[in-house]
Nanobody, 121 residues
């Protein structure tokens, strides 16, 4: 089994910054993609950012230039640095990791518990 533990959410004023972390632990042989989704009330869940094991990144258009995703492969951890936050960034942010648990080339997606980010004055 694999567990993902998130930290770093909270309340911030518009224009402020937050850094989310998500650490994977347990039966891990390797991790392929990692990333962050978010879901705001009455809105569809959306993929905010993703990063491959090689460091290739992808962002939803609304956060480009403001958010940066990174990962530490040695620590099985993914980060999301969020700058210049806007009220529309308010959501529950949830991380994921595509994990290979043995030498068998099969990957399973695991999820974090979610962390609330609230941007408000």
């Amino acid at each position: 089994q694999v567990q993902l533990v998130e930290s770093g959410g909270g309340l911030v004023q518009p224009g402020g910054s937050l850094r989310l972390s998500c650490a994977a632990s347990g039966s891990i042989f390797s991790i392929r993609d990692m990333g962050w989704y978010r879901q705001a009330p009455a809105k569809q869940r959306e993929l905010v950012a993703s990063i491959t094991s090689g460091g290739d990144t992808n962002y939803v258009d609304s956060v480009k230039g403001r958010f940066t995703i990174s990962r530490d492969n040695a620590k099985n951890t993914v980060y999301l640095q969020m700058n210049n936050l806007r009220q529309e960034d308010t959501a529950v942010y949830c991380c994921y990791a595509d994990v290979q648990e043995s030498p068998i080339p099969f990957f399973q997606r695991y999820w974090g518990q979610g962390t609330q980010v609230t941007v408000s004055s």
